[in-house]
């Protein structure tokens, strides 16, 4: 079946440095890939997403490539900063019926912390 | 600026109360999905839509019911609201012809007492 397995948290850092959150999935056919961000208080919102293997997304200093052969979407950033704060989620898109229709498949979330 | 909308932010109420959840959007989607957000256990999906008067079981639709008469609104019923039914619940919409993104709404912390 359809999975996302995402680093556990809370991932504390400290300002300025490198993050990585590791995100891999167990999919069939060709599924699209993404990375949500839910600030303290909000809903989520989209950070960046990849539809094909070897795509990289990217958005606000983070960026992600779609890695078919180790089926791995993991996140990066070089520098974070006490804003990045945060709940991010590993998304996986795929077909639920015949037609093009299609849902998200959602990783447990990983907490950020980041203190300056 | 794309937007979905649900009714409420916050709410509290009794144990076997008939609880309404209403989120609209308005960017002609024709998904819309129910979430519900508890600590360590990431997003659960309740029920979704993808089409007026069309529903699908999520993972979890036990103690819930959905509607959807229009296509812009998706409304989520707790028949009769129990204490474990206390969550954040979530409610999202996606267009049928690209990848899958998600517009989220910013959420309704439901407490049964």
């Known amino acids: 079946g359809n999975s996302v397995t995402q680093m556990e948290g809370p991932v504390t850092l400290s300002e300025e440095a490198f993050l990585t959150i590791n995100c891999t999935y167990t999919?069939?056919?060709?599924?699209?890939l993404f990375w949500y961000v839910q600030y303290p208080g909000e809903g989520l919102q989209l950070l960046l997403k990849?539809?094909?293997a070897d795509d990289k997304g990217s958005n606000k200093g983070f960026e992600a490539t779609y890695r078919k052969e180790t089926t791995s979407f993991h996140l990066e950033k070089g520098s974070v900063q006490v804003s990045d704060s945060a709940v991010y989620f590993c998304?996986?898109?795929?077909?639920?019926?015949?037609?093009?229709?299609?849902?998200?498949?959602w990783g447990l979330g990983t907490s950020l912390g980041v203190n300056p | 600026d794309v937007k979905v909308t649900q009714s409420s932010r916050y709410l509290v109420k009794r144990t076997g109360e008939k609880v309404f959840l209403e989120c609209v959007q308005d960017?002609?989607?024709?998904?819309m999905f129910w979430y519900r957000q508890d600590p360590g256990l990431g997003l659960r999906l309740i029920y979704f839509?993808?089409?007026?008067?069309?529903?699908e079981k999520g993972d979890i639709p036990e103690g819930y019911s959905v509607s959807r008469e229009k296509k812009e609104r998706f409304s989520l019923i707790l028949e009769s609201a129990s204490t474990n039914q206390t969550s954040m619940y979530l409610c999202?919409?996606?267009?049928?012809?690209?990848?899958?993104?998600?517009?989220f709404g910013q959420g309704t912390r439901l407490t049964v007492v």
């Open positions: 999202a919409s996606t267009n049928l012809h690209r990848y899958t993104e998600a517009f």
């Open positions: 960017m002609d989607h024709e998904n």
């Open positions: 839509s993808y089409d007026v008067k069309m529903k």
């Open positions: 999919a069939t056919g060709y599924p699209s």
């Open positions: 990849a539809t094909k």
């Open positions: 998304a996986l898109g795929v077909s639920f019926n015949a037609g093009n229709n299609r849902k998200l498949i």
